[in-house]
């Protein structure tokens, strides 16, 4: 089991969501923006409930992901807030693929510089913001290391890649740090959406969990 209970997540939402589009709204941002914030400022009880039970189920709906992303935003607060108070000797793995603090998804892996290592990877939570150590070249989505391979935007010695899998035919994006250290698991995530374009076109599918790409 995850250290963090998702329930008891939920539970304090409606307080955290509040602080949350306060502070979100005296921010400058696009009209569609502010017409989502201004959706989810006007929602009920009950339709802030069923938007925190979506994000917190990792499964945001096509058909209105504008509003679900601020609440994704504050969730992410209010998990990162929840995991960094864990000791870090507590959680154990579950299994690969899914974060030991929440139970979340990854977004994507990183690369670290590691003294006399190659290089470690860690896996990044999209909810809570974790990261935990997975050993490279294997399959985040299920587990397998015997088909994997690796694609890129720009040919040659690439910072952000795809990591292949022919076992379960997905893909999700891992990011060298140790290349490049300004890269940050969730922001570059969304900035190397030409990656996602390129992949979006082959029989593969995306493995990592990130709600600020949905419907991108
Ligand atoms: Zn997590
Ligand atoms: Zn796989």
Redesign the pocket.
């Known amino acids: 089991m995850p250290q963090i209970d998702r329930h008891h997540l939920k539970a304090r939402m409606p307080e955290v969501l509040a602080l949350f589009l306060a502070k979100a709204a005296r921010i400058d941002m696009p009209e569609a923006a502010r017409f989502a914030l201004d959706a989810v400022l006007a929602a009920s009880d009950d339709e802030r409930d069923w938007l925190f039970t979506n994000v917190l189920s990792d499964k945001i709906p096509q058909d209105s992901v504008a509003p679900h992303l601020f609440v994704a935003a504050a969730v992410q607060v209010h998990a990162a807030i929840a995991a960094a108070a864990l000791n870090p000797e507590a959680p154990v793995p579950i299994r690969t693929g899914i974060c030991p603090a929440c139970g979340g998804l990854p977004s994507a892996s990183i690369v670290v510089e590691d003294k006399g290592a190659e290089g470690t990877r860690y896996a990044s939570c999209s909810c809570c913001q974790t990261l935990w150590n997975e050993v490279r070249i294997k ?1 985040l ?4 290391t015997g088909k994997i391979s690796y694609r890129s935007v720009e040919n040659g010695d690439a910072v952000i890649k795809a990591e292949l ?1 022919g ?4 893909w999700t994006k891992i990011l060298y740090q140790n290349k490049n250290a300004s890269l940050e698991q969730l922001a570059d995530d969304v900035a190397s959406l030409g990656l996602d374009l390129k992949m979006r076109d082959t029989e593969w599918k995306r ?1 990592g969990f990130n709600p600020f790409l949905i419907g991108a």
């Open positions: 399959c989505c299920c587990g397998e899998c076992d379960c035919d997905s493995g």
